[in-house]
């Protein structure tokens, strides 16, 4: 099934569980989970067909699920729906302020929001959402261990109650220890927060059944554990910790009443968990699988209304009235945007994951053909960035403005650091070792962490060819994100003073700052222009052979029609059977502790080496 991991419901859910391979493993809390959505409510219908559910479809699944709730005899079930933070940075949905995106996400029925550290890149978006989007959720918006540096208070609240008619739950909202973050914000250390008053007073003095951990950062992340020992002085009552940050599915058991859950990014999972806190007890013949049932649920409508219709038989369509509503303001808005007009048409797909010498390498694109050409016509200068700051593949097709700034959303002024760096003293900065058999020059981008496909900085020179001199000295050009950081280190290693950054101007329009994301634009522009008949399935499907010459008398059409008839009798075959294999999606990770990000998708994989991940 495409619902995967679920472990075995408590005895006392049975009565919620209908005959059915799609059933919810009901319990008396039940966490309807979103998580690092990262501004992708449109979904990805227009590139990966199989996940094509956007928020109107999401809000139209919790209606439908809450109304099933609400229409039980006992009220021993309680359904929430929370979101773990990140909601910015992805698509042009996205701004800074995030003003066409807050008014979307308010009309979904969030019981609680945790902070992400996307929402704290930017002094602007901060100001603005603490005026505009973080009042609109009651005190449900949490951040634990962030506060507003003007005042010294939490930016939302440090926790709240959540009451419903079978549960009451003691909810906090954590970060992990995030030093990016804006000037006009704090982020506390978790390890100094849980010995805060407030904390304990919250966990001796709140009344509460179970506990549930909103916490933005890795499944197994130290960070849980310091927060699970914290409580454990108090309580040995159940607590749920529900995960992100790193864009996977996982699962892990923490001791015999705890749990933690990520359910991956990018809106291409719904995550489900469920738990009795009467079951849920220290001593309790029950496992830790057998307490907290968990789903992974693949973002399709077929999939969500097979799951509607397991649990109630009764329900067989998916969209509710504001649930459409909602999907055509989306849809709205893109089009207000500009985000709908189209670019160019890409002859192929490039891959975020694919190494950089491959041919179809997103990041040999970007760094042996666009970078090179539009930075680097002067000998003398290399260019530097982080493999973290593309976030996307670039699908074969008519590319959209919302299509580029998914590949690369953060669309940031270049700068150039440094003059006269010695390439050796430029790889010491970047932490790259050089091989022994160097002989004068190397391919940096060959230089790989263990385990990686990508090295954690992308390195672009002149010629197209990624080879650096280790004779030469180079000026050195970077993004903004990483313009301090690599500055200092360069300043350090070479033992001179830091320049001040030199913005680099268009050669084009010196009146115009040359900026990543636009860099992507202009490269499509120029050479990936569309037929005036192109679309999607003319680049995809070739065209049809020009017929052979023949004596031949033609064919008759009869056996056409009959083989056209076949033909359309073992696609649709296919169809199936491609819609039945999709339930046997990924895994959950069988050991989270050992492994890193692995999201699978139809062309998707998120792989970002760790070092270079400074944006996730």
């Given at each position: 099934?495409?619902?995967?991991?679920?472990?075995?419901?408590?005895?006392?859910?049975?009565?919620?569980?209908?005959?059915?391979?799609?059933?919810l493993p009901w319990g008396t809390v039940n966490l309807l989970v979103l998580t690092d959505v990262h501004s992708w409510i449109t979904g990805h219908e227009r590139h990966e067909s199989n996940m094509n559910v956007d928020y109107g479809d999401v809000l139209?699944?919790?209606?439908?699920?809450?109304?099933?709730?609400?229409?039980?005899?006992?009220?021993?079930?309680?359904?929430?729906?929370?979101?773990?933070?990140?909601?910015?940075?992805?698509?042009?949905?996205?701004?800074?302020?995030?003003?066409?995106?807050?008014?979307?996400?308010?009309?979904?029925?969030?019981?609680?929001?945790?902070?992400?550290?996307?929402?704290?890149?930017?002094?602007?978006?901060?100001?603005?959402?603490?005026?505009?989007?973080?009042?609109?959720?009651?005190?449900?918006?949490?951040?634990?261990?962030?506060?507003?540096?003007?005042?010294?208070?939490?930016?939302?609240?440090?926790?709240?109650?959540?009451?419903?008619?079978?549960?009451?739950?003691?909810?906090?909202?954590?970060?992990?220890?995030?030093?990016?973050?804006?000037?006009?914000?704090?982020?506390?250390?978790?390890?100094?927060?849980?010995?805060?008053?407030?904390?304990?007073?919250?966990?001796?003095?709140?009344?509460?059944?179970?506990?549930?951990?909103?916490?933005?950062?890795?499944?197994?992340?130290?960070?849980?554990?310091?927060?699970?020992?914290?409580?454990?002085?108090?309580?040995?009552?159940?607590?749920?910790?529900?995960?992100?940050?790193?864009?996977?599915?996982?699962?892990?058991?923490?001791?015999?009443?705890?749990?933690?859950?990520?359910?991956?990014?990018?809106?291409?999972?719904?995550?489900?968990?469920?738990?009795?806190?009467?079951?849920?007890?220290?001593?309790?013949?029950?496992?830790?699988?057998?307490?907290?049932?968990?789903?992974f649920i693949d973002t399709n409508r077929d999939i969500l209304t097979e799951i509607l219709h397991a649990t109630d038989n009764t329900t067989n369509t998916l969209q509710t009235m504001e649930g459409v509503r909602l999907t055509d303001k989306i849809h709205?808005?893109?089009?207000?945007?500009?985000?709908?007009?189209?670019?160019?048409?890409?002859?192929?797909?490039?891959?975020?994951?694919?190494?950089?010498?491959?041919?179809?390498?997103?990041?040999?694109?970007?760094?042996?053909?666009?970078?090179?050409?539009?930075?680097?016509?002067?000998?003398?200068?290399?260019?530097?960035?982080?493999?973290?700051?593309?976030?996307?593949?670039?699908?074969?097709?008519?590319?959209?403005?919302?299509?580029?700034?998914?590949?690369?959303?953060?669309?940031?002024?270049?700068?150039?650091?440094?003059?006269?760096?010695?390439?050796?003293?430029?790889?010491?900065?970047?932490?790259?070792?050089?091989?022994?058999?160097?002989?004068?020059?190397?391919?940096?981008?060959?230089?790989?962490?263990?385990?990686?496909?990508?090295?954690?900085?992308?390195?672009?020179?002149?010629?197209?060819?990624?080879?650096?001199?280790?004779?030469?000295?180079?000026?050195?050009?970077?993004?903004?994100?990483?313009?301090?950081?690599?500055?200092?280190?360069?300043?350090?290693?070479?033992?001179?003073?830091?320049?001040?950054?030199?913005?680099?101007?268009?050669?084009?329009?010196?009146?115009?700052?040359?900026?990543?994301?636009?860099?992507?634009?202009?490269?499509?522009?120029?050479?990936?222009?569309?037929?005036?008949?192109?679309?999607?399935?003319?680049?995809?499907?070739?065209?049809?052979?020009?017929?052979?010459?023949?004596?031949?008398?033609?064919?008759?059409?009869?056996?056409?029609?009959?083989?056209?008839?076949?033909?359309?009798?073992?696609?649709?075959?296919?169809?199936?059977?491609?819609?039945?294999?999709?339930?046997?999606?990924?895994?959950?990770?069988?050991?989270?502790?050992?492994?890193?990000?692995?999201?699978?998708?139809?062309?998707?994989?998120?792989?970002?080496?760790?070092?270079?991940?400074?944006?996730?």
């Amino acid at each position: 099934l495409l619902l995967t991991s679920v472990a075995a419901a408590s005895k006392d859910d049975s009565s919620h569980v209908p005959e059915s391979g799609f059933a919810l493993p009901w319990g008396t809390v039940n966490l309807l989970v979103l998580t690092d959505v990262h501004s992708w409510i449109t979904g990805h219908e227009r590139h990966e067909s199989n996940m094509n559910v956007d928020y109107g479809d999401v809000l139209s699944f919790v209606q439908r699920l809450h109304r099933f709730v609400d229409s039980q005899q006992q009220d021993d079930m309680d359904l929430y729906l929370v979101m773990n933070g990140d909601f910015m940075d992805g698509t042009g949905l996205s701004t800074r302020p995030p003003k066409y995106l807050t008014p979307l996400l308010k009309q979904m029925p969030f019981d609680v929001i945790n902070l992400g550290n996307h929402e704290l890149y930017d002094n602007a978006t901060i100001d603005f959402i603490l005026d505009e989007f973080i009042p609109d959720w009651n005190g449900h918006y949490l951040t634990s261990n962030s506060l507003y540096e003007p005042t010294g208070e939490a930016l939302g609240n440090q926790y709240c109650i959540l009451k419903g008619r079978a549960s009451t739950i003691l909810t906090f909202g954590f970060l992990f220890n995030f030093p990016g973050h804006s000037k006009n914000t704090i982020v506390e250390n978790v390890e100094d927060v849980v010995r805060q008053s407030w904390f304990q007073h919250a966990l001796t003095n709140e009344k509460y059944d179970t506990i549930l951990v909103m916490a933005h950062m890795h499944v197994t992340d130290p960070l849980v554990q310091v927060i699970l020992d914290a409580i454990r002085q108090h309580t040995d009552c159940s607590v749920a910790f529900v995960t992100g940050h790193t864009h996977l599915r996982g699962y892990e058991v923490l001791d015999e009443n705890s749990v933690s859950f990520e359910a991956g990014r990018f809106l291409d999972t719904i995550g489900f968990m469920s738990w009795n806190p009467a079951d849920a007890a220290i001593g309790s013949p029950l496992s830790p699988e057998e307490k907290f049932p968990h789903l992974f649920i693949d973002t399709n409508r077929d999939i969500l209304t097979e799951i509607l219709h397991a649990t109630d038989n009764t329900t067989n369509t998916l969209q509710t009235m504001e649930g459409v509503r909602l999907t055509d303001k989306i849809h709205t808005t893109q089009d207000e945007m500009g985000l709908l007009e189209t670019v160019g048409c890409s002859p192929h797909v490039y891959s975020l994951s694919t190494p950089i010498d491959d041919k179809l390498s997103l990041w040999g694109l970007y760094i042996h053909q666009i970078i090179p050409e539009r930075l680097l016509q002067v000998p003398g200068k290399v260019y530097v960035e982080g493999t973290g700051s593309l976030r996307y593949d670039l699908m074969n097709g008519k590319i959209l403005v919302d299509d580029v700034i998914s590949v690369c959303p953060f669309n940031q002024t270049i700068y150039e650091i440094a003059v006269d760096v010695p390439a050796t003293k430029l790889l010491e900065a970047l932490d790259i070792k050089v091989p022994p058999s160097s002989y004068g020059a190397i391919k940096p981008n060959k230089i790989l962490p263990e385990g990686k496909q990508l090295p954690t900085w992308a390195i672009a020179t002149t010629l197209n060819t990624g080879i650096l001199d280790l004779d030469q000295h180079y000026r050195v050009l970077t993004p903004l994100y990483y313009a301090d950081y690599l500055k200092e280190r360069i300043a350090n290693v070479t033992g001179t003073p830091a320049i001040d950054p030199i913005t680099v101007r268009k050669a084009n329009n010196p009146q115009l700052n040359e900026m990543t994301t636009d860099l992507w634009k202009d490269y499509i522009k120029a050479h990936w222009k569309c037929k005036k008949s192109e679309s999607i399935l003319d680049i995809i499907d070739p065209p049809a052979p020009v017929p052979i010459q023949s004596n031949e008398p033609p064919p008759q059409e009869k056996p056409i029609v009959v083989a056209v008839f076949i033909v359309m009798i073992l696609l649709g075959l296919w169809a199936y059977q491609k819609r039945m294999t999709q339930y046997h999606s990924y895994q959950s990770i069988p050991n989270a502790k050992a492994t890193e990000t692995l999201v699978r998708r139809s062309s998707q994989v998120s792989l970002f080496a760790s070092g270079a991940d400074l944006q996730l």
